[in-house]
């Protein structure tokens, strides 16, 4: 089965978010780059996008939460500040 990205992106307010909340994410999830001014809220699949001279095109946005997650009773803002792409 082959996977819906090669580069996995997220916003750095939430490596302080996934520190300070303790949830499954910060022990299973882990950003290959971690970005700055990129509003992945605003950005959809296809999206093209630069970071680091780096293109990338955008494949998904969001990350659904892991199920045994104890915080899947709060709204995540991982569902919106990451996002998956490949090299454009």
Excluded: Q
């Excluded at 509003?39 to 955008?58: C, Q, T």
């Amino acid at each position: 089965m082959k996977k819906h990205y090669d580069i996995s992106l997220m916003d750095k307010a939430m490596v302080s978010y996934m520190k300070e909340n303790d949830g499954l994410c910060m022990k299973k999830f882990h950003a290959d780059i971690i970005t700055e001014n990129i509003d992945y809220s605003k950005v959809k699949p296809g999206d093209i996008i630069e970071v680091n001279n780096k293109k990338i095109r955008l494949t998904k946005v969001g990350k659904s939460c892991f199920p045994e997650c104890s915080l899947t009773n709060k709204p995540c803002p991982l569902s919106k500040n990451v996002a998956f792409g490949e090299d454009a």
